[in-house]
């Protein structure tokens, strides 16, 4: 019909046109049209709604499967929220520690009293303490980037310092003097190498008065045994046993022996080998051990070949910290000619006393012979002579 109609059309007929599209049966063709449309529009309306029911289902499937991986990963989600605030609290104690400990390092360093340092493989500082600094009036920073050579009157501890760094030892100590402002001072130096031997720390102990301590004895050591060996006394140590620990040449050749160690050798008990009355090696024992010194103490002694001589000994007693004795020490003589000459003398006094008496009575003899009664009595006495014959 359609087909006509444009036939019509085409031909100039449009009211026949016109006429045909609306006719009878035109309208018939329309009702069905209509209904076809209808039935379009129900199974259209019906699809759509399967669908929307279609995809209320898939809709609350898919919540229900994220609702179940939600509650599958939150869990999940949790312990890994908990393990990164539990890293990031200990990170933040780690730093906090570490920035304490710093501290505290940088403190302990500058309270050490010596000089600390550290230097790089080339002999340059990296940084040093602050004795180090106020030692040579600079600030810590200033050290940075200087080399070790460049310090005035610190060439030994450079040249330690160089040779350190390019030979195989990871460690190493050494007695160095440095000069620092004109004055030279001794230090005990102890060198570290660390980060596989790419850098070193150094640490210094000040022993310039150990150091000056150790002078001093030496020369008084050195003064001690000059006196000992050339000393005209006796000197000795012995220990509270009875055994001589030390004797001078002066007291070996007192007693005859060759020299002080023939006479430390054969001399094991002093009581029984050197004293002649061993009662007074107790007294002498006694003295010292109440009183801590004895003085002017005499006693007889013998000699290597037999031969008995007079000595007599000056001595202390020296203890450790506790108090307890370690040795004895003193000056020996040889009193033989005094104790002789005093026996000489002796003798002769008591001569001397004899004569003496016996003039003091020739005198008093004399005296009372010349006195009145003396007189009166020899008269009677030849009277009574007379008499009898």
């Known amino acids: 019909m359609e087909v006509q109609s444009f036939d019509l059309v085409r031909n100039g007929q449009q009211a026949a046109a016109a006429d045909l599209l609306f006719s009878a049966e035109y309208e018939q063709q329309k009702v069905i049209y209509a209904e076809g449309i209808q039935r379009g529009l129900e199974t259209t309306q019906k699809r759509i709604l399967e669908n929307q029911k279609n995809f209320a289902q898939q809709l609350i499937l898919a919540s229900a499967i994220t609702a179940l991986s939600l509650l599958i990963l939150l869990p999940i989600w949790w312990v890994v929220l ?60 200033a050290f940075i980037g200087r080399s070790v050579n460049s310090l005035n009157g610190n060439v030994q501890l450079a040249q330690f310092l160089q040779e350190f760094l390019t030979n195989s030892r990871k460690s190493d100590t050494r007695t160095i003097e440095v000069k620092i402002k004109g004055v030279l001072r001794y230090f005990l130096v102890a060198v570290q190498k660390y ?98 010194t004895v003085k002017d103490f005499e006693y007889r002694s013998y000699c290597k070949n037999g031969s008995i001589i007079w000595t ?57 012979a010349s006195t009145d009664y003396f007189q009166q009595l020899m008269a009677e006495a030849d009277d009574l002579r007379n008499f009898d014959d």
């Open 82 to 141: 908990q393990v990164l605030q539990g890293y990031l609290k200990a990170r933040n104690t780690a730093e906090h520690a570490l920035h304490t400990a710093k501290d505290q390092l940088e403190a302990v360093l500058d309270a050490v009293p010596g000089p600390i340092s550290w230097i790089d493989s080339g002999g340059v500082y990296i940084g040093v303490n602050r004795y180090l600094a106020n030692s040579w009036s600079m600030s810590q920073g």
């Open 312 to 368: 007599q000994i000056d001595a202390r007693v020296v203890t450790d910290g506790n108090g307890r004795v370690i040795y004895y020490e003193g000056i020996v003589q040889d009193i033989t000619e005094r104790k002789q000459q005093e026996a000489s003398w002796k003798q002769q006094l008591k001569e001397l006393q004899f004569e003496i008496d016996h003039k003091q009575r020739e005198r008093q003899v004399a005296e009372i």
């Open 195 to 292: 980060q596989r031997g790419t850098a070193a720390v150094s640490v210094g102990i000040d022993i310039t008065e150990r150091k000056q301590a150790e002078e001093a004895l030496r020369v008084a050591e050195e003064n001690y045994r000059s006196i000992f060996e050339n000393a005209l006394e006796g000197i000795f140590q012995s220990s509270p046993e009875g055994y001589f620990i030390r004797v001078n040449p002066a007291l070996a050749k007192i007693y005859g022996y060759d020299s002080p160690r023939d006479m430390i050798k054969s001399i094991t008990n002093i009581s029984e080998q050197l004293y002649v009355d061993a009662e007074r090696r107790a007294e002498f024992i006694t003295a010292i051990e109440k009183y801590g």
